[in-house]
């Protein structure tokens, strides 16, 4: 079975600085799709970025990006330019490729952003 | 934009009380699910559904079973509720890829 584990369960940050998160996965699967999601205190989860474990190209989107490191099976998220509306739990997931799969999450990391 | 609806944002029920929870996608999409969210646990899957009258058990789906009688809908339901369920619960939609969230059901059992 497929699990995904981050083991930080809680991150500090300062606005305007970097920081990453962790994620580690285990799978035996060749295709599949890995994700960071948002949940800010609304609880609306928040696609954040998506990776396919066949692209050797690290995701990013704006502010940002993923370390995709396939053969350690770990996927960070890296946050720059820190600010406070990114303060939220960051899930982990992972997805088995084919259409009739489910995504398995991680156990959260909380975000807190300082001044 | 995907809609994910979940039909109640909050709801407290009885113990034993019978209980249904609906959510609605309005993006044609094969798959649903239902995850429950609870602290320092994550999100685990309950149930899914990759078409209409077909359903797949997740990982706790103890207590719990499901419908879906139509694409867009894919109901919860708790046969009889029992405080353990008390949870935050998560439905979600997708093809293939990325899952679409709704904005979730707070359920209290007393």
């Known amino acids: 079975a497929q699990t995904v584990t981050q083991s930080q369960p809680e991150m500090s940050v300062q606005e305007a600085e970097t920081v990453t998160l962790s994620c580690t996965y285990d799978?035996?699967?060749?295709?599949?799709?890995l994700f960071w999601y948002k949940q800010p205190p609304s609880r609306q989860m928040i696609l954040v970025i998506r990776?396919?474990?066949?692209?050797?190209q690290n995701a990013t989107e704006n502010r940002f990006s993923v370390n995709f490191q396939k053969a350690a099976k770990s996927f960070s998220l890296k946050i720059s330019d820190s600010q406070l509306g990114d303060a939220a739990m960051y899930f982990c997931a992972y997805r088995a490729g084919g259409t009739a799969s489910k995504l398995t999450f991680g156990t959260g990391t909380r975000l807190q952003v300082t001044l | 934009d995907v809609k994910v609806t979940q039909s109640s944002r909050y709801l407290v029920k009885r113990t034993g009380e019978k209980v249904f929870l609906e959510c609605v996608q309005d993006m044609d999409h094969e798959n649903m699910f239902w995850y429950r969210q609870d602290p320092g646990l994550g999100l685990r899957l309950i149930y899914f559904?990759?078409?209409?009258?077909?359903?797949e058990k997740g990982d706790i789906p103890e207590g719990y079973s499901v419908s879906r009688e139509k694409k867009e809908r894919f109901s919860l339901i708790l046969e009889s509720a029992s405080t353990n369920q008390t949870s935050m619960y998560l439905c979600a939609s997708s093809l293939w890829g990325p899952l679409y969230f709704g904005e979730g059901s707070w359920l209290t059992v007393v």
């Open positions: 799978t035996s699967e060749s295709d599949y799709y």
């Open positions: 990776q396919e474990a066949y692209k050797q």
């Open positions: 559904s990759y078409d209409v009258k077909m359903k």
